[in-house]
């Protein structure tokens, strides 16, 4: 069973920044494609970012230029960098692990962390 923990969310006011970790368990971190998604109140869950297991990323066109998602094999932990965070941004951010080496159906999730932009 693979466990995905967040961390790193927080309230930071509009156009700081803040650095999302999600650390994995188990082992072959590095062979799948990862991603971070996020579910504002009274919406659905929408993705924000992905990474292959090659380091080919993808990004919601409301983040672009914003957010860096990256990993690090070696520490099993995939990374969401936001900068010029927006009040919009507000969500709780979720990781997740796909099924293969390509972004296309999550397999698992983790607990989710909040992110709160607000001045």
């Known amino acids: 069973q693979v466990q995905l923990v967040e961390s790193g969310g927080g309230l930071v006011q509009p156009g700081g920044s803040l650095k999302l970790s999600c650390a994995a368990s188990?082992?072959?971190?590095?062979?799948?494609?990862m991603g971070w998604y996020r579910q504002a109140p009274g919406k659905q869950r929408e993705l924000v970012a992905t990474?292959?297991?090659?380091?080919?990323?993808s990004y919601a066109d409301s983040v672009k230029g914003r957010f860096n998602i990256s990993r690090d094999n070696t520490k099993n932990t995939l990374y969401l960098q936001m900068n010029s965070l927006k009040p919009e941004d507000t969500a709780v951010y979720y990781c997740?692990?796909?099924?293969?080496?390509?972004?296309?159906?999550?397999?698992?999730w983790g607990q989710g962390t909040q992110v709160t932009v607000s001045s």
């Open positions: 188990g082992s072959s971190f590095g062979l799948y494609a």
């Open positions: 997740s692990r796909y099924r293969g080496t390509l972004p296309a159906i999550p397999r698992y």
């Open positions: 990474i292959t297991s090659g380091g080919s990323t």
